[in-house]
């Protein structure tokens, strides 16, 4: 089985969010730790990333949310490392009326390919992203596509818990990677 590497987005996914009941639930499963996250640096995140990449045993499979969907995109533009693939939630805009201030370096991620698999999962009224901006950066990242209709920001606000529903779409996910 492959390394899971969780990565939180602004804030660090807390207690009640679906990232952090998802890593107590399954052994495989571990967070990367950039230096800050309520004031995310991308070059630190990036260096995070590797860090966390390089201490897998083979390719692992990354489980992003927010705004480390964005992180992704940067880091696959000049990854020099492998992984599996991407399952990337909630993926907000930064060219839209919210996007996170406290994020200025993560702005205008690459508009490319990724070159992994990847499944990109939105909520129809994410307060982040509109669904058309998701539906644009799937094309463009070449990703799978889950609508899972108006669940907000797909966080611990969602209401979720441990998100059942997500956690069966990435095992579906990870089951075609292997």
């Not at 060219?95 to 990109?120: C, D, H, K, M």
Request: hydrophobic content about 45%.
């Amino acid at each position: 089985m492959s390394d899971i590497i969780t990565l939180p987005g602004l804030g660090g996914s807390g207690e009640g969010h679906w990232q952090t009941l998802w890593e107590r639930q399954d052994p495989q499963m571990r967070r990367f730790q950039p230096t800050s996250w309520d004031r995310p640096e991308l070059t630190d995140w990036i260096a995070a990333l590797d860090r966390e990449i390089g201490r897998s045993k083979a390719p692992p499979v990354l489980v992003a949310h927010s705004l480390a969907c964005q992180l992704v995109a940067h880091w696959a533009a000049s990854a020099q490392a492998l992984i599996l693939g991407a399952f990337l939630v909630a993926a907000p805009d930064p060219t839209g009326n919210v996007y996170l201030a406290e994020a200025p370096s993560f702005a205008n991620p690459p508009r490319q390919r990724l070159p992994f698999p990847s499944l990109l999962v939105a909520s129809t009224d994410d307060p982040f992203g509109s669904f058309d901006y998701v539906k644009e950066s799937a094309a463009i990242w070449g990703s799978e596509l889950i609508d899972v209709g108006p669940l907000g920001h797909i966080n611990a606000n969602s209401a979720i818990g441990d998100w059942p529903e997500g956690y069966a779409l990435f095992g579906g996910f990870h089951a075609r990677l292997a």
